[in-house]
C-alpha cells in the first residue's frame, strides 16, 4: 500500500446541551478546515452529562462523527444498551468483564485500502477493579493491527500516572494514546520515541464555568456536605476541546499532534 497522511479528530468528552450545542456549530467547519479524513468523539456524557442516547448517538452521527467512545458512564442510560449490541460505531471499554453489552474496539474502512481501529480502555486507578487495561489492551492491538497499522486509543482513566505508562508501554504498537475521563486539558502532547502521538488528558467539550462540567453550586454543596445531588450540566464559557492527530497510513505512525481548544 502506497503511504498518505491520515488526519484525525478526537473530540473530548461532550457534556450535556451545551457540549452538544457547540460541537454543532464547530465541528462542520474543523473537519473542513483540518481536512479530517476520520473523526472520533467521546459521547458518554450526552445525556444531561451522564449517558448516552440513540438520539443522541444518531445527532453525533449526523454531525460527521464516525465513532464514539465511552468510559464508566456509558452504562447511566439504558436507552444505549441495545444499540451498544447492533452498532459498531459504539464503543464501551474492552476490559469490562465478558458479558456486558457492546464491544471495546472496531475497525472502520475510510477509503479503499485505509481502515482505522478504534481501541476504547478504561484505567482501574481510583475507578473500577475491572480486566488490565495493559494486557487486554496489548492483546486486542496485536489483534487489530492483523486488519490495520492504523490504531487510535481512547484511554478512559482517573491517574495521570496509569495514563503516561500506559502510552509508553503501546508506543510503537499504535499511533495515539489519548486520555479521557478528568475533564481537564492537559498541555503535554508529544510523539513518542516509537511514533505513538500521546496526550494525557483532551479535556471537555461543553462549558467550562463549571467543576468538570457540573454547575459550581452543586459540585461545592456535594464537597462541603459530602451528599449526592443531581447532576445538572453548566451553561456558559462554552468551548470544544479535541486534538488532530496525522499519521502515516502503511507504517500507522503519528507525525504530527496539535491540541484544539475553541470557544
Not at 63 to 77: A, E, M, R, Y
Not at 94 to 107: A, F, R
Not at 191 to 201: E, K, M, N, S
Request: proline share 4%; hydrophobic share 40%; glycine share 10%.
Amino acid at each position: 500500500m502506497s503511504s498518505k497522511e491520515i488526519n484525525i479528530l478526537f473530540v473530548a468528552d461532550i457534556v450535556g446541551k451545551p457540549g452538544l450545542e457547540i460541537l454543532t456549530k464547530l465541528l462542520p467547519g474543523l473537519l473542513e478546515k483540518h481536512k479530517v479524513d476520520f473523526c472520533i468523539a467521546n459521547g458518554e456524557n450526552g445525556c444531561e452529562g451522564k449517558g448516552l442516547t440513540v438520539k443522541l448517538a444518531k445527532r453525533y452521527f449526523n454531525l460527521g462523527v464516525q465513532v464514539i467512545t465511552s468510559g464508566n458512564h456509558i452504562w447511566d442510560n439504558r436507552d444505549i444498551y441495545d444499540m451498544l449490541k447492533t452498532d459498531d460505531r459504539i464503543l464501551r471499554p474492552l476490559n469490562y468483564p465478558h458479558g456486558n453489552h457492546g464491544k471495546g474496539s472496531t475497525v472502520i474502512e475510510i477509503e479503499e485500502g485505509v481502515k482505522v481501529a478504534v481501541l476504547n480502555l478504561q484505567g482501574r486507578t481510583f475507578m473500577y477493579a475491572i480486566g488490565c487495561p495493559f494486557r487486554q489492551g496489548a492483546e486486542e492491538v496485536r489483534r487489530l493491527k492483523k486488519e490495520t497499522n492504523i490504531v487510535f486509543v481512547d484511554f478512559h482513566a482517573e491517574a495521570s500516572a496509569e495514563k503516561i505508562a500506559l502510552g509508553w508501554y503501546l508506543d510503537g504498537k499504535v499511533s495515539a494514546v489519548v486520555g479521557t475521563h478528568t475533564h481537564v486539558p492537559t498541555a503535554d502532547e508529544r510523539i513518542l520515541p516509537q511514533g505513538t502521538a500521546y496526550l494525557t488528558d483532551a479535556g471537555m467539550t461543553g462549558p467550562f464555568d463549571s467543576v468538570i462540567g457540573l454547575q459550581t453550586d452543586l459540585a461545592i454543596r456535594r464537597f462541603i456536605y459530602q451528599t449526592p445531588v443531581r447532576y445538572r450540566p453548566a451553561e456558559s464559557n462554552m468551548r470544544l476541546c479535541a486534538v488532530l492527530v496525522t499519521v502515516d497510513s502503511a507504517s500507522g505512525k503519528s507525525t504530527d499532534i496539535q491540541r484544539i481548544n475553541l470557544p
